[in-house]
């Protein structure tokens, strides 16, 4: 295994850990709660009053779905 293969494994058990002490403690401080604030996505809203940011952070989730499961887009 390369030091880059550990980087990365190190990398994502930084995040997994206080992912999951958030998840248990209070769900709002997670990951997913800071990106939702920093494009503010609020339930319940239409596709008609998307603005700009959320058109944006769909197609970077687009782009990351399709590249970690099927390997495109590199």
Known sequence: MTA?????????????????IA???????????????WFGVQEGVPLSHWTVLHVLLLAFMCWLFFHFVFGIWR
């Open 4 to 20: 880059w293969r550990w980087y990365w494994l190190l990398w994502l058990g930084a995040f997994v850990v206080p992912e999951t």
């Open 23 to 37: 998840l248990v403690r209070n769900p709002k401080n997670t990951l997913s709660y800071a990106v939702w604030d």
